[in-house]
């Protein structure tokens, strides 16, 4: 599959991205769950996008699809399906799907108690205030959702996060609350994490010098380990709830690792982002590879990462509601896609899952977007345009123009001709550093009616698109043996810190007694 496309991205390299953009611009774009998606501005024309869709299609995406939704073994490191497309199933499954579907309902349903005072704290009151610990998977999902829609939340309910060790953060996230009206739910899927234990128990210490042994009401746990919560809490009990074991962490957005969006948005608003993702799915099982957009997209990152060798993606967010999606995504794709080795163990030879960087347009625009326009790479964007249609006509219609203007400005530059036409008399010298080399691709998606059906559909495009891209690379997307081994290192130099002669690295031990 490389090497046929090699030749034809070698055959393009030389092509003025404007014209190749010029040429496929009349194309319909790709439709998916009310989102669009622009591929035109692409070093591809008809011969390489058929290219393209030909080596997709002898990958197996169709089969990659009908696997991964018949509840078939594709995390085969851990021996497992991949079921968390199955907690936002409209209509009920069968087997271990249906488990997972109905894993997230008692959260549903505990939120709801919450938000109308049936469940109360120790002493009778409503809750007023949640804190959410987690790490990793279990916090940048329930944190995105709760950004996105924070004009949504209850406004008698303060929500608050934290997932960093550093003791601050958890400082931070306590400063103003009372625990006798905070509910704290800690979401960790192996119970073993170190940030979060750390956290969580300085919580639970925080809450019993507070109100005693009635502190445990004020405890619920997510986790697929409820042994390992129960020896946590020895005497003490706690709601706790499911998060079921082939619903991986950067995945579980879906189920009840989000108690603490549910609680905050309501459980109406958490349905809806449900009911988005259902959307995405049936259209990744359903739509052929020509129009399957996650499939389309997957093949593009192959295209870039793989074929033209662009070791980075940035996504451009115009949507304030998405200013976090770039941080959600770094985690989805590259904990995802950060590999070089398959399943078998076999290296994988073309660079595989690019880096994912970005933010918030236009917000960036005068920041990293110079680097973007005159750096010395040329780093494929991706623009979303999803603001709310119904706010300020004025705010919109600019924000809409500056998307615009800079994927046509990065896409065809401008030239030296140009800057000396448009801008006489310049300084000598001055006129050559306002060119713009253009020839940097991008993609435009955008929806004509945000929310959170829109939201929910967006991160199942998303997650799709990570699991097809994987399968192209020959990786498995649902493991995370970087991150294990990050982990067990940090274990295991504990000791050295108070003696850092028992570091087995010399130039660890150099750095331990440098920060002293």
């Not at 497309?85 to 799907?97: D, K, M, Q």
């Not at 967010?317 to 904990?335: D, F, G, H, S, V």
Request: net charge negative; with cysteine.
């Amino acid at each position: 599959m490389r090497d046929k496309l090699k030749l034809h991205a070698a055959r393009l390299a030389g092509e003025s991205l404007r014209d190749l953009a010029a040429g496929r611009a009349a194309a319909a774009p790709l439709v998916a769950a009310g989102w669009k998606v622009n591929l035109a501005r692409h070093y591809l024309d008809t011969a390489a996008d058929a290219e393209l869709l030909e080596g997709g299609a002898r990958a197996g995406l169709e089969d990659a699809a009908r696997r991964l939704f018949g509840g078939e073994i594709v995390n085969p490191s851990e021996g497992r399906p991949a079921l968390h497309w199955a907690l936002r199933a409209g209509s009920a499954l069968s087997g271990e799907p249906e488990t997972v579907r109905q894993s997230v309902l008692p959260a549903l349903a505990f939120a709801e108690k919450v938000r109308s005072g049936d469940v109360r704290t120790a002493n009778g009151a409503r809750f007023r205030a949640v804190l959410h610990i987690g790490i990793g998977g279990s916090d940048f999902g329930p944190r995105l959702i709760a950004d996105a829609f924070e004009d949504k939340a209850d406004p008698g309910i303060t929500l608050k996060f934290a997932a960093n060790v550093d003791p601050y953060d958890l400082d931070r996230a306590l400063a103003g609350l009372d625990p006798a009206s905070t509910l704290v739910i800690g979401v960790s899927k192996s119970f073993g994490t170190q940030e979060t234990l750390y956290n969580l128990n300085r919580a639970r210490t925080w809450l019993e010098a507070a109100l005693g042994e009635p502190a445990s009401q004020h405890l619920a746990l997510v986790t697929a380990s409820p042994e390992k919560a129960a020896a946590w809490l020895g005497a003490r009990t706690a709601h706790v709830f499911d998060m079921p074991l082939s619903v991986g962490g950067r995945f579980s957005l879906w189920s009840a690792a989000s108690l603490a969006c549910m609680i905050s948005l309501g459980p109406d608003v958490f349905r809806a982002i449900l009911r988005g993702g259902a959307e995405m799915d049936a259209h990744a099982q359903a739509a052929p590879l020509s129009d399957n957009v996650p499939m389309r997209l997957a093949l593009l990152d192959y295209w870039n990462a793989s074929v033209r060798e662009a070791p980075m993606r940035a996504v451009l967010a115009y949507a304030n509601r998405l200013r976090m999606l770039p941080t959600y995504l770094q985690q989805l794709e590259m904990e995802s896609n950060g590999k070089s080795a398959g399943p078998t163990g076999l290296t994988v030879l073309p660079p595989t899952a690019p880096a994912i960087w970005g933010g918030e347009g236009s917000v960036g625009q005068h920041s990293y977007h110079q680097w973007l326009h005159q750096g010395s790479q040329a780093v494929p964007c991706e623009f979303i345009l999803a603001a709310d249609r119904d706010r300020d006509a004025e705010g919109l219609s600019t924000l809409t123009c500056h998307a615009l203007a800079q994927a046509e400005v990065l896409a065809n530059g401008r030239s030296l001709a140009e800057v000396e036409a448009e801008e006489p008399g310049l300084a000598p010298g001055t006129a050559p550093q306002k060119v713009h080399a253009g020839g940097r691709p991008s993609t435009m998606l955008s929806h004509a009616a945000f929310g959170p059906e829109a939201f929910g559909s967006l991160l199942a495009l998303y997650e799709h698109r990570t699991y097809f891209a994987g399968h192209l690379w020959g990786l498995n997307p649902f493991d995370q043996w970087g991150v294990e081994r990050g982990k067990t290192m940090a274990a295991r130099l504990r000791p050295a810190l108070e003696a850092p002669e028992k570091a087995s690295d010399p130039a660890t031990a150099a750095l331990i007694r440098m920060i002293g």
